[in-house]
């Protein structure tokens, strides 16, 4: 079955340091790749997708994402971070073929200090 | 609609006692997706639906808990005999269709609690 693992829980920084967030899956196959945030007392939005193509994916709010096929990792990346970046960021897997379900990874909490 | 919407966004109650949690898509969203979301843990999907018919029901739980579509619209996820381990915030997401092309949009999520 697939899965996703997500190595930080909690991540504390100050403002302007810079992130990553780290993500790796265990399907072999063609995958579409997800991180989702979770900013305190909102929905659950989308920050950017890998489908196909380059697999440096740029999100909103200056965030990236790096798809490693041979690492099976998405690690999410942003250079300086600021206090509202505060949130939950989950990551996401899902297979190319058909219906498939999303994966999601337990998420990273993520505080950034003023 | 604006966007995915949820009712109620808080529910408590008793152990053994049976809940409806409603989903409201995005308009002209074929696709919807239950997903649960307990503490410390990441989302666990439950049950989607495209259209009204529920092709992949793998999710759910038990078979204490039961979901129907109608209209191609609004859903309504059930539980019947809550049990503690039950509490947890339940997220409906939609999307135009389920290719892996296809965003799905979370709503705000109903936080049940069992006591």
């Known amino acids: 079955a697939q899965s996703v693992s997500q190595h930080n829980h909690h991540v504390i920084l100050s403002e302007a340091a810079s992130l990553e967030l780290g993500c790796n899956y265990s399907y072999g196959g063609t995958v579409n790749l997800f991180w989702y945030v979770q900013y305190p007392g909102q929905h659950l939005q989308l920050l950017l997708k890998?489908?196909?193509?380059?697999?440096l994916v740029k999100g909103i709010k200056g965030f990236e994402a790096e798809f490693i096929k041979s690492k099976f990792s998405f690690n999410l990346r942003k250079p300086s971070v600021q206090w509202s970046d505060t949130a939950e960021y989950f990551c996401?897997?899902?297979?190319?073929?058909?219906?498939?379900?999303?994966?999601f990874g337990t998420g990273t909490r993520l505080l950034v200090s003023p | 609609g604006a966007g995915v919407s949820q009712s109620p966004s808080n529910k408590v109650t008793e152990k053994g006692k049976d809940v409806e949690l409603r989903c409201d898509p995005i308009?002209?969203?074929?696709?919807l997706y239950w997903y649960r979301q307990s503490l410390g843990q990441g989302l666990e999907f439950l049950i989607y639906?495209?259209?009204?018919?529920?092709?992949?029901k793998s999710g759910l739980p038990s078979d204490r808990f039961s979901a129907e579509r109608t209209g191609g619209s609004v859903s309504t996820l059930t539980i019947q005999r809550t049990q503690q381990e039950d509490s947890a915030v339940y997220l409906c997401?939609?999307?135009?269709?389920?290719?892996?092309?296809?965003?799905?949009?979370f709503g705000p999520g109903t936080r049940l609690t069992v006591l």
């Open positions: 890998y489908f196909s193509g380059d697999p």
């Open positions: 996401a897997v899902k297979k190319n073929t058909g219906f498939q379900k999303l994966v």
């Open positions: 308009s002209g969203h074929t696709a």
């Open positions: 639906f495209q259209g009204n018919s529920a092709p992949d």
């Open positions: 997401a939609s999307s135009l269709g389920t290719s892996g092309s296809n965003e799905q949009f």
